[in-house]
């Protein structure tokens, strides 16, 4: 079971997973479970029961690494969403 904190990482995830689609930086889940080898199956579980603990951190690298999303903000919260070089012009960047 995912303690608080792990269930919020959880959340902060699908909700840059959710940005990514909306910006279109990804074609959509299944192609990201694809790209990064991801089992489709468990990711799709994961997003319907947060509590349960089957996220991995190779799931989060390439969101840092590859889109921009924040390391901070994924695990803390704190800050926005993207860092500043992968921001779009007109588009929401996440809590601060």
């Known amino acids: 079971m995912h303690t608080q904190i792990d269930q919020q990482v959880v959340a902060r995830f699908f909700e840059a997973m959710d940005a990514l689609k909306e910006r279109k930086d990804i074609g959509g889940y299944q192609s990201f479970c694809t790209r990064y080898d991801i ?3 468990n990711f799709y579980k994961q997003r319907k029961q947060p509590q349960i603990q089957i996220m ?3 799931w989060i690298v390439p969101l840092v690494t590859e889109y921009g999303i924040s390391s901070l903000w994924l695990i803390t919260g704190l800050g926005k969403m993207f860092i500043p070089m992968f921001e779009k012009p007109n588009q929401g960047s996440g809590k601060q």
């Open 39 to 41: 089992d489709k199956r």
């Open 56 to 58: 991995h951190f190779d």
